[in-house]
């Protein structure tokens, strides 16, 4: 490939060659086939070059912006002029195929299109679908904790910052062709503000710039040309139509006069009769698929357009339901750089209603004069307030421009159906005089109001700074003073970085661990708390491993069952940008195995840190305020492996009372029937409760201790590195994840059986399960009961365990606590009418004494009687 640049001015006329446009005369048009007219006749402004640019473009002329007096209007792009939906993708779709053909199928098999913002967000999606390549536009929204990978300044705009914020950075890392997407080139001076940003980032050797029109001068081409020789790339243009603009030397002047002298004849917005009131506003709820982003300002790939093409069909029908019956005229209106999830979802339902009744626009942000004449592109104006709560210093106004019918009856649009984001969904859009949805209604007959869900984007890091918040070695995030920095593997946890963020405290050179019936001793004696300290852990035996070898093989597919139905009831009823925070530990690795369905099934790449609770002490504070400050809490989901009698649920529901979190606690089993969100209410094996840190990360369970948790500290936790030969983390998540594909159907089956389930709403009855078992056993303190087979397991490895009920004719599920207990010198009671499969109970009344010189519990003797259980 050659690096001489090529014109930046040509146009393309066959399959390989760029070719000059013809020179030409000023355009004539007459003042009914050119809205440029009554510009051209008041200003002397007058275009040349193609016998198109009448066909694309028309003039008005800008408010409020003192470096260029005129507004180039085009009537195919879909932003200030309604237009039928398939000429504005097509527009697009032709140009991204004209690309193709120039680039050859190699080339453009690599190559990545970059829009602009906010005009050209939904030319550049519609021309990347002609190329068939990835897509990223620009935007002037910012992320929090998502940092730019470049931005760029456009000189002649009214709000100029331009910001790009792939969620993947590699996107524009790559060697092949960028191909630049803009609505019309003026000077092309943002192209070269973006094309020597970009280079000097990640240089490469061809750039393809694209637009509907080319107006540049002589002195612009060449400009391009330089800058192009200078970097040494090879630089093509291919544009529908070229052409240039001629303008007085005093334009900015006739253009402030004409400002002036038309302003007070501008058509009012509203355009109704007098004695109409609003027109009534309907919410339909799109079904939108999980996880699809709904643009491409954090990146768009062909995996997402293609469940975009799937999807729209099912949509444009939810739509039509929302419409009035024998609606002729149907404006679709997106939301200022939202142009191309409404564009298409317009084309979809123009094919399902049949006819010519649709088209689409979008609002803005650009400030332009409206006159109510046919010779003039914006012939009507509404105005309201900024609803998306905009932080980047642009205008707090904005506007949607020839949607009010004004002097024009044959104007009026039936029904506006309004898209946009859920962050624009605020007060704002439907409070007050002036907002978007009251002058809506004022100026058609039915609003129709679909949200759609904004991407919230995880950034893809490579490991090892998988961190995205802060970097490696740091201890604060940035610009914090409060908040410690999560911990990531390998260096904290056996799990790889992206996989898990722990919010915790590395107390792995402390030494904690104390006997297990001196912790028992001091924390029923009311010494100490239970988190104060940790136990030793216990290193299981060959024959207890090779349980737990054949508790995996044996529930890894119903594992996955419960993993997937959780995973998919969460999308359903909280949407694609939900935020997953496990309970440290032992739900640390469902919450991964979640976090791995939706990436699995969904393509979604969510969010996962893990979180400490402490029964009596709540959740972690500092957790919550670094939750708080990095997500919307409403998106915050916590996750544990199952239920017991459902004490840290209630834990859970009172730490969270007026955070704005919400405390529904999500679990793979929940016999205690304490939570809502739950994969089955069986009480059966989960093979991570087996073990301990060796299945969870080589993670301890969690510590809170004065003196080495500050106030400002995460709780603490220790890694243990020394048990890696032993560390079956690893192993559990991927032969659980292996059976994903069998059971996906299954799962979303499942998660259709919960969300119709009339009995899914808890009922605590695991709780009084415990009470009863409490006292027909002598104990006065329910939280010495540890009901379900996970709580079972966890008292026979680091509690000093009394005695397990099991419930007669309880299988396979009970062999590993068999063998514990038999380990222990534990009895195991089968019962009837037991709701658990079994039941751990911790000693009552322990002391020293109360076990024999092995530390295995009494079997006999003067603390307790054998028939009862109570005190004798």
């Known amino acids: 490939m050659t690096n001489a640049p090529v014109n930046a001015g040509y146009e393309r006329t066959d399959e390989r060659t760029i070719a000059p446009p013809k020179a030409g005369p000023a355009v004539t048009a007459t003042p009914q086939t050119w809205t440029g007219r009554w510009v051209a006749d008041r200003a002397g402004i007058a275009l040349t070059g193609s016998e198109r640019l009448p066909e694309l473009v028309g003039l008005a002329l800008r408010s409020g912006n003192p470096k260029r007096a005129h507004l180039l209007v085009s009537t195919v792009l879909g932003k200030h002029v309604p237009q039928r939906p398939s000429v504005v993708h097509g527009a697009g779709l032709e140009l991204g195929r004209r690309v193709r053909d120039l680039l050859g199928a190699e080339a453009a098999g690599r190559a990545v299109v970059l829009g602009y913002a906010e005009t050209a967000t939904g030319l550049g999606h519609s021309v990347a679908d002609?190329?068939?390549?990835?897509?990223?536009?620009?935007?002037?929204?910012?992320?929090?904790?998502?940092?730019?990978?470049?931005?760029?300044?456009?000189?002649?705009?009214?709000?100029?910052?331009?910001?790009?914020?792939?969620?993947?950075?590699?996107?524009?890392?790559?060697?092949?062709?960028?191909?630049?997407?803009?609505?019309?080139?003026?000077?092309?001076?943002?192209?070269l503000n973006t094309i020597r940003d970009l280079h000097a980032r990640h240089p490469r050797g061809h750039y393809v710039v694209v637009a509907l029109v080319d107006l540049r001068s002589a002195a612009d081409r060449r400009r391009l040309d330089e800058a192009a020789a200078e970097l040494g790339v090879r630089l093509d243009l291919v544009a529908t139509a070229s052409g240039g603009v001629e303008l007085p030397e005093d334009v900015v002047a006739r253009a402030e006069r004409l400002?002036?002298?038309?302003?007070?004849?501008?058509?009012?917005?509203?355009?109704?009769?007098?004695?109409?009131?609003?027109?009534?506003?309907?919410?339909?709820?799109?079904?939108?698929?999980?996880?699809?982003?709904?643009?491409?300002?954090?990146?768009?790939?062909?995996?997402?357009?293609?469940?975009?093409?799937?999807?729209?069909?099912?949509?444009?029908?939810?739509?039509?339901?929302?419409?009035?019956?024998?609606?002729?005229r149907v404006l679709v209106l997106g939301f200022e750089e939202l142009m191309y999830a409404p564009?298409?979802?317009?084309?979809?339902?123009?094919?399902?209603?049949?006819?010519?009744?649709?088209?689409?626009?979008?609002?803005?942000?650009?400030?332009?004069?409206?006159?109510?004449?046919p010779g003039y592109a914006i012939r009507t104006r509404l105005a309201f307030p900024?609803?998306?709560?905009?932080?980047?210093?642009?205008?707090?106004?904005?506007?949607?421009?020839?949607?009010?019918?004004?002097?024009?009856?044959?104007?009026?649009?039936?029904?506006?159906?309004?898209?946009?984001?859920?962050?624009?969904?605020?007060?704002?859009?439907?409070?007050?005089?002036?907002?978007?949805?009251?002058?809506?209604?004022?100026?058609?007959?039915?609003?129709?109001?679909?949200?759609?869900?904004?991407?919230?984007?995880?950034?893809?890091?490579?490991?090892?700074?998988?961190?995205?918040?802060?970097?490696?070695?740091?201890?604060?995030?940035?610009?914090?003073?409060?908040?410690?920095?999560?911990?990531?593997?390998?260096?904290?946890s056996s799990y790889p970085a992206e996989e898990v963020a722990w919010l915790l405290k590395d107390l792995s050179g402390v030494a904690l661990e104390a006997p297990t019936e001196e912790r028992e001793e001091a924390v029923q004696n009311g010494g100490a708390h239970y988190a104060e300290s940790l136990p030793v852990e216990y290193q299981p035996s060959p024959e207890y491993q090779e349980l737990f070898h054949q508790a995996l093989r044996g529930s890894a597919g119903r594992i996955a069952l419960a993993v997937g139905t959780v995973a998919e009831t969460l999308l359903r009823e909280r949407g694609p940008g939900l935020v997953l925070a496990s309970l440290a530990r032992a739900g640390t690795p469902v919450g991964i195995l979640?976090?791995?369905?939706?990436?699995?099934?969904?393509?979604?790449?969510?969010?996962?840190?893990?979180?400490?609770?402490?029964?009596?002490?709540?959740?972690?504070?500092?957790?919550?305020?670094?939750?708080?400050?990095?997500?919307?809490?409403?998106?915050?989901?916590?996750?544990?492996?199952?239920?017991?009698?459902?004490?840290?649920?209630?834990?859970?529901?009172?730490?969270?009372?007026?955070?704005?979190?919400?405390?529904?606690?999500?679990?793979?089993?929940?016999?205690?029937?304490?939570?809502?969100?739950?994969?089955?209410?069986?009480?059966?094996?989960?093979?991570?409760?087996?073990?301990?840190?060796?299945?969870?990360?080589?993670?301890?369970?969690t510590v809170l201790r004065a003196g080495l948790i500050g106030p400002d500290d995460f709780h603490g936790a220790k890694h243990y590195a020394d048990l890696a030969g032993n560390d079956v983390s690893a192993l559990f998540l991927d032969a659980v994840a292996a059976r994903f594909g069998e059971v996906r159907a299954a799962a979303v089956e499942g998660a259709d059986r919960l969300a119709a389930d009339p009995h899914r709403e808890p009922d605590l009855a695991g709780w009084a399960a415990v009470e009863r078992i409490s006292a027909e056993y002598g104990i006065d303190n329910v939280n010495l009961v540890k009901p379900g087979v996970g709580e079972t397991t966890r008292v026979l490895l680091r509690r000093v365990p009394w005695r397990i009920l099991a419930r007669r004719g309880a299988g396979a599920d009970l062999d590993h606590v068999r063998l514990l207990a038999a380990q222990r010198g534990v009895e195991v009671e089968e019962v009837d009418g037991l709701p658990y499969t079994c039941v751990g109970l911790i000693h009552p009344r322990y002391s020293r004494g109360a076990t024999g010189g092995d530390g295995r519990a009494v079997a006999d003797g003067g603390t307790v009687t054998e028939t009862t259980g109570r005190e004798s």
Request: charged share 20%.
């Open 386 to 492: 900024a609803h998306d709560d905009p932080r980047d210093g642009g205008s707090s106004e904005r506007y949607a421009y020839n949607v009010a019918p004004g002097s024009d009856p044959a104007r009026r649009f039936d029904a506006v159906v309004l898209v946009v984001d859920d962050v624009a969904d605020t007060p704002a859009l439907h409070e007050g005089e002036h907002a978007l949805l009251g002058q809506l209604r004022r100026v058609t007959d039915r609003v129709v109001l679909a949200v759609l869900p904004s991407h919230r984007p995880v950034p893809v890091v490579p490991a090892p700074l998988a961190a995205p918040l802060s970097p490696p070695g740091s201890s604060k995030l940035p610009g914090s003073s409060e908040l410690p920095a999560p911990l990531y593997g390998p260096a904290f």
């Open 594 to 701: 979640v976090r791995r369905w939706l990436a699995f099934a969904h393509g979604l790449s969510v969010p996962h840190y893990a979180v400490s609770i402490v029964r009596g002490r709540g959740i972690d504070p500092v957790a919550l305020r670094y939750l708080a400050a990095h997500h919307r809490a409403q998106d915050v989901v916590f996750v544990d492996g199952w239920t017991g009698k459902g004490a840290i649920t209630r834990e859970l529901a009172d730490a969270l009372a007026g955070t704005g979190f919400d405390p529904d606690l999500a679990v793979l089993a929940d016999p205690g029937r304490c939570v809502r969100t739950y994969g089955t209410r069986d009480d059966f094996l989960i093979p991570s409760a087996c073990l301990n840190s060796t299945v969870s990360g080589l993670v301890s369970r």
């Open 343 to 373: 564009l298409r979802l317009a084309d979809a339902l123009a094919e399902r209603l049949g006819g010519d009744r649709v088209r689409f626009s979008t609002t803005t942000r650009s400030p332009v004069l409206a006159v109510d004449d």
């Open 130 to 191: 002609g190329l068939d390549a990835p897509y990223l536009h620009s935007t002037r929204r910012p992320v929090p904790g998502l940092d730019p990978v470049g931005g760029f300044e456009e000189e002649h705009s009214h709000a100029t910052s331009h910001l790009l914020l792939p969620a993947d950075p590699g996107l524009l890392a790559g060697d092949g062709p960028l191909v630049l997407v803009d609505d019309e080139f003026s000077t092309g001076r943002t192209v």
């Open 259 to 328: 400002i002036a002298e038309a302003a007070p004849t501008t058509a009012p917005p509203a355009g109704e009769p007098p004695s109409a009131g609003p027109a009534p506003l309907d919410r339909v709820e799109l079904d939108w698929p999980a996880g699809l982003p709904d643009g491409g300002r954090h990146g768009f790939t062909a995996r997402d357009r293609a469940r975009l093409d799937a999807a729209l069909p099912r949509l444009a029908g939810q739509l039509a339901e929302a419409l009035p019956a024998g609606a002729r």
